[in-house]
């Protein structure tokens, strides 16, 4: 996600717009390509949602290993977007497409920037490998054996610098091609390799419940098992790519220098951008650090007796993740597709189009994230159990996965604002936008580390959906001086009608929780994942049939315009 996002995951970039791209798909290609896109994210999706529950059934969501590993297996991540993330997609993806309309279809360009991208990525992983002490101790406040095990980790784990990037420049290769599927669909392998390895892992060295690992206690064995083998997927999921990449057919082979490459026509818009990146990514590694003063007081607390066992910077991540789902899945795609008609009209000065434009996306794009806040809401006891080893954890990451839903819906409008800034490659507003936010985040983050350690973790999810809510405030004040009222009052009438009918859902759903024991410590919920996947799946439908009728009730027509082109489109593939 390229713009201002206060979620705990990095800052990630998507790039200016570039305009007038025969490759991109228009049309009924555009949903083609776009259910495509969407079926491989919500496909990675859901294996992300199977590895996450294998990963806190092998180390805990909070053991004493677990915000160690995931600290150091954030930051190859973090680093590649943060030094190389903006320059690939601000500076190369215009020219890689520039370059596919040339006779010999980008063959010289691509070759050499593959090359060049090779080369650059390869210094940067060595030098980011070789620091990885310095590194680990500047990102988070670890000390004596967690910091250590931590370093052990990150040398395992900062070599996938290398193998994102070589994922992004290929893919944005094959998408200047019109290949689209791939791309997206890379992760499933990559999310398949680390299943396999968890597996192993909890077959041959058991679960944290079980053993309850500990810095003191962790073998060689198991760091290749768990860290070793969630490199090895991402080293797969770039590879992957090279076959279709071969069925281009565009006579790639090493080339050095770069001539031609134009980098200089784009220079000055990049910049810009990798500044945006830099200060995004400078919020996420104060939230890191903040977080991290919670996980090494872990330790301390789970000495106690009994013990007592307090959220770190791994329960902020499975929240962030299972909070961010409607938006990736559902609000992503749709604004994938929308994003051509905003950028179709800035190019043509419509500013009538791209006020409309910007309204029905946001009040569609509500339709899916309302609903998917109030059911992350209603079950986030069931979500957290999915994701932890003891009922006392999943109480744990349902506290998290609560808090951070509440700005799930801003964190989808927010993205979708700025989407219009680069509509028309506008990539100073964003920064401005997003230099507010990280001066307002960095203060939460602030007055978190001020807390009881207990207590950091939560105070810095609220502070996430407190910063969704400003952000949507601060890009809509922007948005309005640059092209006029788009009907924010409008779009606010039907978002009260979403926030109604997401309330009656989740009623219903809160009395089927409490039916199935979500509301006693020994209820039938909290036995084991099984039973919460059991209650997830039939609160799931009703809440969904229950919210379905009450928009129907409200006569909110944007549930058409959202389910219209699906149906259709499966008429006619019926048909």
């Not at 999921?237 to 031609?260: C, D, T």
């Not at 490459?261 to 200060?279: E, P, Y």
């Not at 009994?306 to 991540?317: D, K, M, S």
């Not at 009728?549 to 259709?568: C, H, Y």
Request: some cysteine; glycine content about 10%.
């Amino acid at each position: 996600m390229s713009d201002t996002n206060t979620a705990s995951t990095p800052l990630q970039d998507a790039g200016p717009p570039v305009r007038d791209d025969p490759s991109a798909p228009r049309g009924g290609s555009t949903v083609r390509a776009s259910a495509v896109m969407a079926a491989g994210t919500l496909v990675s999706r859901i294996l992300g949602l199977v590895r996450v529950a294998l990963l806190a059934t092998a180390i805990g969501a909070s053991g004493q290993v677990s915000d160690l590993f995931t600290s150091a297996n954030n930051l190859p991540n973090f680093l590649y977007l943060m030094l190389a993330g903006g320059v690939f997609n601000a500076v190369l993806v215009p020219q890689i497409i520039r370059a596919s309309k040339q006779p010999d279809r980008g063959s010289d360009f691509v070759s050499r920037l593959l090359t060049l991208a090779a080369a650059a990525l390869l210094v940067l992983t060595v030098l980011a490998t070789l620091a990885a002490p310095l590194v680990v101790g500047v990102t988070t406040r670890f000390t004596e054996e967690n910091l250590a095990l931590t370093t052990v980790f990150a040398f395992w784990c900062l070599p996938q610098i290398f193998f994102y990037g070589i994922y992004a420049v290929v893919g944005q290769i094959l998408n200047a091609n019109g290949s689209f599927g791939p791309y997206m669909w890379a992760p499933v392998v990559n999310n398949l390799v680390s299943i396999a390895f968890l597996v192993v892992f909890i077959a041959l060295m058991g679960t944290e419940q079980a053993e309850q690992h500990s810095p003191e206690t962790w073998t060689t064995e198991q760091t290749v098992l768990l860290a070793g083998g969630t490199t090895l997927g991402i080293v797969i999921q770039a590879l992957v790519l090279f076959i279709p990449l071969k069925r281009l057919n565009l006579g790639l082979r090493p080339k050095f220098g770069i001539r031609g490459t134009g980098l200089g026509r784009t220079g000055k818009l990049a910049s810009v951008t990798i500044v945006t990146m830099l200060i995004g990514n400078g919020l996420y590694l104060v939230n890191l650090n903040v977080a991290t003063i919670a996980s090494d007081a872990r330790p301390r607390f789970l000495g106690q007796d009994p013990p007592v066992q307090i959220p770190g910077f791994t329960n902020l991540e499975f929240g962030a993740m299972v909070y961010q789902l409607p938006h990736s899945v559902i609000a992503l795609s749709l604004a994938t597709v929308m994003f051509n008609q905003l950028a179709s009209a800035h190019a043509d000065g419509d500013l009538k189009t791209v006020r409309a434009t910007l309204s029905q996306g946001l009040r569609v794009i509500g339709v899916a994230t309302v609903f998917g806040a109030a059911a992350l809401l209603t079950f986030a006891g069931p979500l957290g159990m999915l994701f932890s080893e003891s009922p006392e954890s999943a109480a744990i990451n349902g506290v998290i996965i609560a808090i951070l839903a509440v700005g799930a819906p801003f964190l989808s409008a927010n993205f979708f604002l700025n989407r219009v800034f680069y509509a028309s490659e506008d990539v100073r507003t964003p920064l401005r936008i997003q230099v507010i936010l990280s001066v307002v985040g960095v203060g939460f983050a602030l007055v978190a580390s001020t807390f009881d350690p207990r207590l950091i973790v939560p105070v810095l999810a609220i502070a996430y959906s407190l910063g969704n809510v400003i952000a949507v405030a601060v890009s809509h004040a922007f948005l309005t001086r640059k092209i006029g009222s788009y009907g924010a009052g409008h779009v606010f009438d039907v978002h009260v009608r979403l926030t109604l009918a997401g309330i009656v859902a989740a009623l219903v759903g809160t009395v089927l929780c409490w039916a199935f024991g979500g509301y006693s410590a020994d209820g039938f919920l909290w036995q084991s994942k099984l039973n919460a996947l059991v209650v997830l799946a039939i609160g799931g439908v009703v809440m969904f049939s229950v919210y379905l009728a009450m928009l129907k009730l409200l006569r909110v027509t944007e549930l058409t315009e959202l389910t219209g082109p699906l149906l259709a489109k499966f008429r006619r593939s019926r048909a």
